[in-house]
């Protein structure tokens, strides 16, 4: 059967995919060597929660492919894929667990990171909103979860080298260029998605970065008024 060269993934999930992989390798470096670089790692979460918030906006108002509706399914779907009995492009359904299990975690990392207080330099713009007790116990898991987005992370690299390696299917290309070959004539390429869905999603991602920036914090308390100098 011919093979077919259909669109799967938009340009903006695949901008979406590569800035998260940048910001987050560039988070976890930062994080880990701490000193004069807490700074940066505090401003890359800010981007992150950006990212994150375009991406649950896409999920709904993207193309085709990067839709929630369109590859999150149950456990009847992820037994026929494991039977090969699934037949689709985009997000397969062991991969769309992936995919909210990661979203799960980052979503987490960043609103721990957003009320957390190291009690040595860095706090969080949200900090404010909760209790010194919360922000303790906040910067804990915030730390522990770190490792278990490594551990996904890790796990999702090695899937991607499986399938190319066991199952000769390249899933990293498609994300570059956004299309593949397929030899179904049922698979289409991804539609929707345009211009105005987009600007939607950017401007309600950069009100999620000015909330998560303290936009919505109180003012703070001026301050006290200049001691008039002695006068001996």
């Known amino acids: 059967m011919e093979k077919r060269h259909v669109k799967v993934w938009d340009l903006p ?3 979406f995919h590569w800035l998260l992989v940048l910001l987050t390798v560039g988070a976890f470096v930062t994080g880990f060597l701490g000193g004069n670089l807490i700074e940066a790692h505090g401003l890359l979460g800010l981007g992150i929660v950006g990212l994150l918030a375009f991406r649950l906006v896409w999920g709904v108002v993207g193309s085709t492919y990067a839709r929630f509706s369109q590859f999150v399914s ?11 009995q699934w037949h689709g492009l985009g997000h397969n359904p062991l991969g769309a667990f992936s995919v909210l299990a990661m979203l799960a975690l ?5 609103v721990s990171g957003l009320v957390s207080d190291d009690n040595i330099s860095f706090t969080g713009p949200l900090k404010t909103w909760v209790s010194q007790d919360t922000a303790d116990w906040m910067t804990g898991l915030h730390q522990i ?11 999702h690299t090695l899937s991607v ?5 066991v199952k000769k299917k390249n899933l990293l290309t498609p994300m570059f260029t956004g299309h593949q070959n397929v030899d179904d004539p049922k698979l289409e390429s991804a539609r929707g998605g345009g211009g105005l869905a987009f ?9 999620a970065v000015w909330v998560a920036n303290g936009g919505l914090n109180p003012p703070p308390p001026p301050p006290p008024p200049p001691q008039a100098a002695p006068a001996w």
């Open 13 to 15: 999930t695949r901008l």
């Open 74 to 84: 149950g456990p009847a779907q992820a037994l026929a894929y494991l039977r090969g």
């Open 106 to 110: 980052m979503l987490f990392q960043v």
């Open 145 to 155: 979860n770190a490792w278990l987005i490594i551990g996904l992370v890790s796990l």
């Open 161 to 165: 080298v499986f399938y190319a390696v």
């Open 199 to 207: 600007i939607v999603a950017v401007l309600i991602a950069a009100a």
